[in-house]
């Protein structure tokens, strides 16, 4: 006996789920593009700085070497700009960040400085650490001006006689801040002597001797203040001895 096969029967795929298999991975496919063009930051257009107190964007912008035409087109090579105005002599923290909509977000803070320091014919701005932050270029308004004859290096002003007078005026005008828009400029002469420039209430001198210090603060501080009450104008203020002797 011989056993024939039953008929094989050939199997097609069924044209019903043709079509929604191959709309689905249509589908598929264009919410991947779809999700790949959302994910995809758009080019940089536009830069915008945050946390800025004296300095200015356009000299950040120059600072980093954008030309002007590159603010018309897309921002290249701003992955290395967080380095660079890092080592700013001016910023303490920078941080770059990159949105979707093309904006470059430079967030800043700024060193503060506290005296402008006159040597020579250079005018520097320093900060608390004694660390320049400019040199014949300064940005902070209302600063007072300390002169004398102090070596400056390694982007620091040095030696003991700034610093002691610049920590000794720094505890005076904390002490007595109405001094900080009284006085313009405190002076180291060559003999030695210091010297204090009044801008207000009027222009005048002050003699302090050889000595810098608190005592010689409150005693221009008192001598002001009587000198204000009574509404006197003087052009000189000696507080070389006991007593405050003004002209």
Known sequence: MVDIPEEIVEKRPNRRFIVPLVLLASGVMGIGFLFHWVKSPKPIQKIVFQGLVVLKPADLVEYLGVPSEGMNQEIK???EWEKKLNLH???KLARVNRDREGILIITLQEKVAEFVVHVGDMIYEVDKDKEILSENNVLADHLIVISG????TSNKIQGTQFS?????LHSGLESYPALKTRISEVSLEQDGDYMIYLKSPSHAKVFLGNKFDLYQIRKLYA??????SENIKVSTIDLRGEDAVYH
């Open 77 to 79: 090579g701003w992955n």
């Open 89 to 91: 002599p001016r910023i």
């Open 149 to 152: 004859s102090f070596p400056i």
């Open 164 to 168: 002691d007078l610049s920590s000794e």
């Open 223 to 228: 001598a002001l203040s009587f000198l204000e």
